[in-house]
Nanobody, 114 residues
Framework: QVQLMESGGGLVQAGGSLTISCVASKSIFSYTIMAWYRQAPGKQRDLVARISPSGGTNYADFVKGRFTISRDSAKNTVYLQMNSLEPEDTAVYYC????????WGPGTQVTVSS
């Protein structure tokens, strides 16, 4: 069973940048679409960005142009670089597959202050 572990979250001011990471316990990126999701308090979990085995990427409209998803297959790690952060980006960020097939990790909290 694949385990996911997110890290790198923190407190950042609006307009700032942050890069978060997700390590998978097994090598799955060659055949799995991986994605970052986020969940703000009282809201549903939304897909933020995805990366296919071929390296193609897609982004939700609300982060397009600000966030970049990437991966290092040798390290079984997916990254999310977040620029021009806004208070509305405050959420717990999770990684998982598309569609969701893996157990959720603990997530990493990103808080953007105004």
């Amino acid at each position: 069973q694949v385990q996911l572990m997110e890290s790198g979250g923190g407190l950042v001011q609006a307009g700032g940048s942050l890069t978060i990471s997700c390590v998978a316990s097994k090598s799955i990126f060659s055949y799995t679409i991986m994605a970052w999701y986020r969940q703000a308090p009282g809201k549903q979990r939304d897909l933020v960005a995805r990366i296919s085995p071929s390296g193609g990427t897609n982004y939700a409209d609300f982060v397009k142009g600000r966030f970049t998803i990437s991966r290092d297959s040798a390290k079984n790690t997916v990254y999310l670089q977040m620029n021009s952060l806004e208070p509305e980006d405050t959420a717990v960020y999770y990684c998982n597959s598309v569609p969701v097939r893996l157990s959720w990790g603990p997530g990493t909290q990103v808080t953007v202050s105004s």
